[in-house]
């Protein structure tokens, strides 16, 4: 048995001290190791949640990888909980990987998948080195390597009709022109939901989300700080119904810009196509960047976004 749940009846999680000592101080009780601490055991109930880090202990697999010779395989974790480099560079060898599968880590199946081996996103490069953002060198998934744009899709609905939360890292290559980095997107209002979006020359980020009024609201919320290439980011997301409002977050700058909420309406929920790297019906848009993670949040509570802030900066080290 790898860690206890529970001592003398008590949940391990309503316990602060152990004979006196903090239970974050503790690693080990009577030689049993403590459970270990997720992401979503914190920020639970995500519709979908695609990481490179291992976000749930019920989470086997991050991504799946084809290799050169065309043989897929499923890469997971270490023991650290970081994703298993090691299975990864002895599958791709001294040439690439691309991954076709994007795992779903929320237990909702929603796995961003590629079925166009030349459309998949690359995770290690023609020489079989590892692809890492440039900053900190984190593991990511290159949309657009080599210049191609790349992106993953799947069908799901993304949000319960009165509220979502939205969070990921990732860094840009260029941000000269405009970027769809998740899109359940279309030409057509009726079957808009929601996007995550650079706004071109502005260099500024919005989130946004249709609401099925009659005259067809686009409420959105944009950054009041410009991005640059090259940078980490992580980005928290939020639009609401009740009340009428959103927000979007960027490396903790929480000011924004709030425009075209309606006073009546509640966003559009239908199971839609949503791609992430592109916008997702005509491939516009196309996202130039990484992406080492990415969750979407739709339950009846939410989780707090200042800690989804917090958190997520910590582990990636982004100051």
């Known amino acids: 048995m790898s860690g206890i749940s529970k001592i003398n009846g008590v949940e391990w999680a309503n316990i602060s001290k152990i004979k ?20 979503l055991d914190t920020h639970s109930s995500p519709v979908a949640a695609y990481s ?24 997971g974790f270490d023991s650290s909980g970081n994703l298993d480099t090691s299975a990864l560079t002895t599958h791709c060898g001294s040439n690439y990987g691309r991954v076709s599968k994007w795992w779903d880590q929320s237990g909702n199946s929603n796995h961003m998948e590629q079925s166009t081996a030349t459309s998949r996103p690359y995770i290690v490069d023609e020489s079989g080195n590892l ?118 977050d960027v490396n903790g700058d929480t000011a924004s810009t709030l425009s075209g909420f309606p006073s009546t309406g509640n966003f559009r929920t239908a199971s839609a196509g949503i791609s992430i790297g592109r916008r997702h019906d005509n491939g516009a848009a196309q996202y130039q960047g990484y992406l080492a993670e990415m969750i979407i949040w739709s339950s009846e509570t939410l989780p707090d976004r200042d800690n989804i802030m917090t958190d997520t900066k910590s582990y990636y080290s982004i100051s």
């Open 20 to 39: 006196g000592v903090e239970k974050a101080s503790s690693s080990r009780v009577m030689g049993v190791s403590k459970p270990v601490a997720y992401f």
């Open 52 to 75: 490179l880090r291992k976000l749930s202990s019920s989470a086997t697999t991050a991504i799946t990888v084809e290799n050169s010779s065309g043989t897929t395989l499923d890469i």
């Open 131 to 248: 692809i890492t953002t440039t900053d900190s060198s984190i593991p990511a998934l290159d949309f657009y390597f080599s210049s191609t744009g790349r992106h993953l899709t799947d069908t799901f609905a993304s949000n319960n009709g009165d509220h979502f939360i939205l969070s990921y890292m990732g860094e840009f290559r260029t941000v000269s022109s405009g970027q769809h980095i998740v899109s359940q997107w279309t030409s057509s209002q009726s079957t808009q939901t929601l996007q995550t979006a650079i706004l071109g020359a502005s260099q500024k980020l919005r989130v946004a989300a249709r609401y099925s009024t009659s005259s067809n609201h686009l409420g959105r919320a944009d950054s009041s700080v410009t991005v640059s290439a090259d940078t980490e980011y992580v980005v928290v997301g939020f639009m609401s119904a009740s009340p009428y409002t959103g927000d979007i």
